[in-house]
């Protein structure tokens, strides 16, 4: 069964602060994709990035960053110098070979206060 | 401005009304979704269209009957919802290919409440 874990249901940071949010993931898939997704409170999920099994070099984009291990079988996410406008919920989700269903997490909220 | 559009945005409707939620999306994808939110639960999914046939049911009650008469269109007919039926409605899209993992993208959501 493939599943999604976010154990952080909430973090409080200051701006500047960096912050790392934590995903790890179980799947019997080799082949597998895995994303991120920001949910301002607008309620639109806003797609931050996709990255496939095979593929496991890490990624920066500007200030976001993002660590694929598939020794720990995780996927964590990290903000440099956190902003106000960062706070939201993000969402790590999953997605098989075979499909574009994707297998969320429970979410983690980001507070950044200034 | 999205490329996935959901109206209303806001809906509260009564437990005997029958109502509907639009999306249309401007990415020309052939594949779109019906998911919910509720407080506390991970985001479900509940339909899947591709090339407007419906492939996928998560189980849902029959009092949500989802329709597609386009590729770029979707709706979701709501009819005798129950209050815990009150939750974020997402709509999505991607385009589906020969490969798979594709990128979904999402609509600003309907929040409806049923009371």
């Known amino acids: 069964a493939q599943k999604v874990t976010q154990a952080q249901t909430e973090i409080s940071v200051v701006e500047k602060e960096d912050v790392t949010l934590d995903c790890v993931y179980e799947t019997r898939d080799t082949t597998y994709y895995l994303f991120w997704y920001k949910q301002p409170p607008s309620g639109e999920l806003v797609f931050l990035i996709r990255?496939?099994?095979?593929?496991?070099q890490n990624e920066i984009s500007g200030r976001y960053s993002w660590n694929f291990q598939k020794s720990t079988s995780s996927f964590n996410f990290t903000i440099t110098a956190s902003q106000v406008v960062d706070s939201a919920v993000y969402f790590c989700?999953?997605?098989?070979?075979?499909?574009?269903?994707?297998?969320f997490g429970t979410g983690t909220r980001l507070q950044v206060f200034p | 401005e999205t490329g996935v559009t959901q109206t209303p945005r806001h809906l509260v409707m009564g437990m005997t009304n029958k109502k509907s939620l639009k999306c249309e999306q401007h990415l020309g994808h052939n594949a779109m979704y019906w998911y919910k939110q509720s407080a506390k639960k991970p985001l479900e999914l509940m339909f899947v269209y591709n090339f407007k046939e419906q492939t996928e049911n998560n189980s849902v009650p029959s009092r949500f009957s989802p329709e597609c008469p386009n590729s770029s269109h979707l709706f979701l007919h709501l009819h005798t919802l129950q209050p815990e039926d009150s939750a974020l409605y997402l709509c999505?899209?991607?385009?589906?290919?020969?490969?798979?993992?594709?990128?979904?993208?999402f609509g600003e959501g309907s929040w409806l409440t049923v009371v």
């Open positions: 989700a999953l997605s098989d070979h075979n499909t574009d269903k994707l297998i």
């Open positions: 999505a899209s991607s385009q589906v290919g020969q490969t798979s993992g594709n990128t979904i993208y």
């Open positions: 990255r496939n099994s095979f593929d496991e």
